[in-house]
Each structure stands twice: as structure tokens, then as C-alpha cells.
């Protein structure tokens, strides 16, 4: 029982950290942006032009890094309040996300200090394994109800309409369309998913050394010992 609880509370931590860790690096990654917007399949060309969605494009990542205000002029009065409160969210994660991580590694600490390697190992596989289901469900998901599920977490997300724009006359989400975010959640699935792979392979051949160190210990005790006369 030694550890167990400890042991429990790592597990749920761990996949929180590497999903909401990638999520917060994707949402300002400059690359990924770029990419999207030069793909002429993102924008709504009917109310945007490549131009202006790459100015909206590097002046929200950008804000989203904190580096200066948005321009109002550029993406309109309400989708520039919408995006304060994104930052804000986003703002709120990144503490989450060093909190636990701060936990994260006090914990492990501690299993190392007890020399519960087993429990560290069970913890990284166990972590990495809900990943991987949770992020196989997140895109069955977007595959098959992205609306729906968007429109859920708006709701869930924010306590005002703000989020409710018109590609019409809000540029931002002319720039930003459904197909923006359907690419941005399969980047964290992508990414998050490579961690967590990684991660499994790493505690699973450490498992099955530390399996066969032992079976080579108990054969080596079990050996019957030779007497010199």
C-alpha cells in the first residue's frame, strides 16, 4: 500500500500536464499558424483576404504570447474582447500546468527517495495510456461531432456570447475557421500522442529489464551452491 495514493494522483496528473503542456505550446506556435494560413483551404476567402488573415494570424499568436494588444480595427470590437478572454484562459493553464508539474516532480521525487521504482514505472505507463485512449476518443470525436463538441466547450469556456462571431463582419473567424481548429486539435492529439508513445516504450522495455534482472536474481539464489572438500 506504500505509495499507492501517491502513485494514483501522478497517474491523473500526468496526462493533464502533456495534453494542456502541448495545447499551450501549439496555440502559439508561429509555424503552425503560418502553415494554416497559407493554406488556402482555412481561410473564408468571400470575407478575407490572405493579407489581412496573415495579420490577424501573427497579431493573435502574438497577443497569445504576450507580446502587445490586439488591434481592434483589425479584428473588430468584439472579437478582440473575445480573444482577452482566451488569453486569460490560456493565462490560467499555463499556472495549472506548472503547478502540477511542480507537484509532478515532487511526487516522483518522493517515490525515488522510497525507492518505489515500481510505482514510478506503473505511473508513466498508466499516465501515457490515458493519453493515448483519451486523445483516440478526442478524435473520433472531432471526426464525427466537431460542431457539437466546440460548441460545448464555448459554453463551458466562457460565461458571455462574445465567442459568437460572423465570418461577415468579424475578419477573426473568416481567418480562423472551423477547419483551423479541427487541424489544431489533431496537432495536439499528434504531438501529445508521440510524447506519451515515447514515454510507454520507455517504462515498458524498463519493466521488462527490470523483470528479467529479477528472474536472473532468483535463478542465481536457487543455483545450488558447489562445496570444495
Known amino acids: 500500500m506504500?505509495?499507492?495514493?501517491?502513485?494514483?494522483?501522478?497517474?491523473?496528473?500526468?496526462?493533464?500536464?502533456?495534453?494542456?503542456g502541448t495545447t499551450l505550446q501549439v496555440s502559439t506556435d508561429s509555424n503552425f499558424y503560418d502553415n494554416q494560413i497559407n493554406n488556402l483551404e482555412i481561410i473564408n476567402p468571400n470575407?478575407?483576404?490572405?493579407?489581412?488573415?496573415?495579420?490577424?494570424?501573427?497579431?493573435?499568436s502574438d497577443f497569445l504570447k504576450g507580446d502587445g494588444d490586439l488591434d481592434e480595427n483589425l479584428l473588430g470590437i468584439k472579437a478582440a474582447e473575445h480573444m482577452g478572454d482566451v488569453k486569460t484562459i490560456r493565462d490560467i493553464t499555463l499556472y495549472v500546468v506548472l503547478i502540477l508539474t511542480l507537484i509532478f516532480l515532487i511526487?516522483?521525487?518522493?517515490?525515488?527517495y522510497s525507492k518505489n521504482q515500481e510505482r514510478i514505472i506503473k505511473t508513466l505507463f498508466n499516465g501515457s495510456l490515458v493519453v493515448l485512449i483519451f486523445n483516440t476518443l478526442v478524435f473520433i470525436l472531432s471526426k464525427t461531432a466537431f460542431n457539437s463538441l466546440w460548441e460545448k466547450l464555448h459554453r463551458v469556456l466562457f460565461t458571455n456570447d462574445l465567442w459568437i462571431l460572423n465570418p461577415a463582419t468579424d475578419?477573426?473567424?473568416?481567418?480562423?475557421?472551423?477547419?483551423?481548429?479541427?487541424?489544431?486539435i489533431e496537432r495536439i492529439i499528434i504531438i501529445s500522442s508521440i510524447i506519451a508513445f515515447v514515454i510507454l516504450i520507455m517504462m515498458l522495455?524498463?519493466?521488462?529489464s527490470t523483470r528479467k534482472k529479477a528472474k536472473i536474481h532468483h535463478l542465481e539464489i536457487d543455483k545450488p551452491k558447489e562445496y570444495q572438500w
Do not use: H, M, R
Not at 107 to 112: N, S
Not at 171 to 184: D, G, R, S
Open 2 to 20: 506504500k505509495g499507492k495514493y501517491l502513485q494514483i494522483l501522478l497517474t491523473v496528473i500526468l496526462p493533464i500536464i502533456i495534453i494542456l
Open 205 to 208: 522495455s524498463q519493466k521488462l
Open 107 to 112: 511526487g516522483t521525487i518522493l517515490l525515488i
Open 171 to 184: 475578419p477573426l473567424v473568416a481567418t480562423f475557421t472551423t477547419q483551423f481548429f479541427i487541424n489544431f
Open 47 to 60: 470575407f478575407v483576404t490572405i493579407g489581412i488573415a496573415e495579420d490577424i494570424s501573427l497579431e493573435v
